[in-house]
């Protein structure tokens, strides 16, 4: 309880015999902590502990905290007092001298150890009536969940606990499962054994239920059964799992209990008499059990993301736009298999030029609605509230050509803007979200694409590229093919989209030329501005001379250079107008 520090001060004896200084009240406070330990006779036993469990002081206000405060201590007989000053505090004077050297009870004491001793002393004594009580008392109940815990390897058997579910053991032989149920607390307290074996709080005989642990051994001719009632779509029932299996001991998750620290080893050895020996996993298995958990989600999510990606660009096409488009790794030699460049390590300038079957990073953008709607993919991307709210999050997808589709690959990524156009030609390996909580943590980007996305080659490391740099066979100027396609693949392109520029620029003037005024739908004025019918067949010659001209150099042009067949059509119609 806490108490004004004007009554120490104001008392002569208080004042002399504990030394308050400010240290010791609390922060914008003048009370200072004390404890009292009090007496309280079998005859005022049952009025004291109502009256202190009551919760009604807990927003009364302070004349009805001080008449509370009253009737407790008419109750009782304090026996000592102390209060948490420093100087107190730095005495170290134990409760036992409290107690006994001070308040004059003497009194035996009790310590944790002893108690947690008789606690399995009871619960051994009372064991075989506590099992076969849970049993009957909650046969019409369900399971919450069944683990194995132990089989037996050559006759002994073997417990395994405090591990990750996936390092459990598998049953087999003679096989030690846990059985967890949630026990109304009203079955506790209407059963004279187990409300005299397991003290519950207030709060707890509230509570809607109170967890349970039964440990139940099955015996290997009864292990398919067992299983397979385990294995029932509804959580089954402990009638159906008790036929098949034998109750050693039960654990209840009560302060009380929790308080004691009891171990599985005790309750299983001491208690339910097993005789088991234990295995522990250490603290470094589970570490990396739970790394090739996450691991294999990981894997299985990309797996999804990779193979509906092609249905995702074929029902929204527009929204997987190619914003870049690198080449990261090639085949030089067939027999050495695929070279990789990581991203992270080689710069833009020293990426290899597409040859053989050949690795591509293409940054787009993912539809953020995908992300939020799959649950594998929900399971991997944790996403802020920023980017729910976007459309779309930046990706980087990497893609594996064969070298049969590298030409039509490197064709399409001149034409096209559109990853869905593309996306047919190649393999997709990985998809990279980029995230905000993404970026909390180091990308290696030759881990992830060997292990979730399944490449398989010769990555180049930091070693690798200073050995090339050095060298002087990577250079800025030797190889700006970080693209797609390569310098001298480029430089061609240029020069084809120069000259379909200038068909198109010169089309263009016979168009003009072609396209009658805005007078000429008038009435004519003069017969002056009527052409002879030897003019008109002249220019009709004329038309057609250009029109053949053009035709022949667009056969000569790349695929690139041509005309489309809108343009050659109307230039048709053209030279018929004049007819």
Do not use: W
Not at 359 to 373: A, H, Y
Not at 421 to 449: G, H, M, Q, W
Not at 543 to 570: F, P, Y
Request: a negative charge; charged letters at 25%; glycine letters at 2%.
């Amino acid at each position: 309880m806490a108490i004004p520090h004007t009554i120490i001060a104001n008392n002569a004896i208080l004042s002399s015999t504990f030394k308050v200084v400010k240290n010791d009240l609390g922060i914008d406070s003048d009370y200072i902590l004390c404890t009292a330990y009090c007496l309280v006779t079998k005859h005022n036993l049952q009025d004291f502990t109502n009256e202190v469990s009551s919760d009604d002081v807990i927003d009364d206000t302070t004349q009805q905290k001080r008449q509370k405060f009253k009737n407790i201590i008419k109750l009782c007989s304090v026996k000592c007092v102390t209060l948490h000053t420093q100087e107190m505090l730095s005495l170290n004077i134990s409760e036992e001298e409290l107690i006994n050297d001070i308040g004059l009870c003497n009194a035996t004491f009790k310590y944790l150890s002893n108690l947690h001793q008789e606690k399995i002393d009871i619960l051994r004594q009372a064991n075989n009536k506590l099992c076969r009580e849970i049993c009957l008392k909650l046969n019409k109940h369900q399971t919450n969940y069944i683990r194995c815990i132990g089989n037996t390897v050559d006759n002994q058997l073997i417990v395994t606990t405090q591990c990750p579910r996936d390092l459990l053991p598998f049953p087999k032989n003679q096989s030690l499962f846990i059985i967890r149920i949630n026990i109304p607390p009203n079955i506790i307290l209407h059963s004279k054994i187990l409300n005299n074996t397991f003290k519950l709080t207030k709060s707890e005989k509230e509570d809607y239920y109170i967890k349970c642990d039964m440990y139940c051994l099955v015996y290997e001719e009864d292990i398919k059964s067992f299983i397979d009632v385990c294995d029932d779509l509804d959580k089954p029932y402990i009638e159906e799992l008790i036929q098949h299996c034998s109750v050693k001991c039960i654990k209840l998750y009560t302060q009380e209990m929790l308080s004691l620290n009891i171990s599985e080893e005790e309750l299983i050895n001491d208690i339910g008499l097993c005789n088991a020996e234990f295995k522990y996993v250490e603290s470094r298995q589970i570490i990396e059990s739970v790394l090739d958990t996450f691991e294999y989600i990981e894997i299985q999510a990309n797996k999804l993301l990779c193979r509906i990606l092609p249905t995702l660009c074929a029902l929204y096409k527009k929204d997987f736009l190619i914003k870049k488009i690198r080449c990261i790794g090639n085949t030089i030699d067939p027999e050495q298999g695929l070279t990789i460049y990581p991203p992270s390590i080689f710069s833009k300038e020293h990426l290899p030029t597409a040859k053989g079957t050949s690795l591509f990073l293409i940054r787009s953008r993912m539809l953020t609605e995908v992300i939020l709607s799959t649950p594998e993919l929900v399971n991997v991307h944790n996403l802020s509230d920023e980017e729910m709210s976007s459309k779309y999050l930046l990706c980087d997808i990497y893609c594996l050509v064969d070298n049969q589709n590298i030409n039509l690959f490197k064709n399409l990524c001149t034409k096209t803007r559109q990853f869905s156009d593309v996306v047919i030609t190649c393999d997709v390996r990985y998809i990279r979200i980029y995230t905000k909580d993404a970026r909390k943590f180091p990308f290696n980007e030759a881990s992830v694409l060997k292990q979730l996305g399944n490449i398989k080659g010769k990555y180049l490391n930091e070693q690798d590229f200073k050995a090339l740099v050095s060298s002087g066979l990577y250079t800025k100027s030797a190889s700006e093919s970080s693209s797609a396609v390569s310098t001298e693949e480029e430089s061609i392109i240029q020069q084809e989209l120069h000259v379909k520029q200038s068909l198109k620029s010169r089309l263009s003037q016979i168009r003009k030329q072609l396209t009658p005024d805005s007078s000429s739908s008038n009435t004519v004025s003069s017969e002056d501005d009527i052409d002879t019918p030897a003019e008109i067949k002249r220019k009709r010659e004329a038309r057609r001379l250009k029109l053949a001209k053009l035709q022949q150099e667009e056969s000569q042009t790349t695929g690139i250079g041509m005309l489309s067949d809108q343009e050659v059509s109307h230039h048709k119609s053209q030279s018929k107008d004049l007819d």
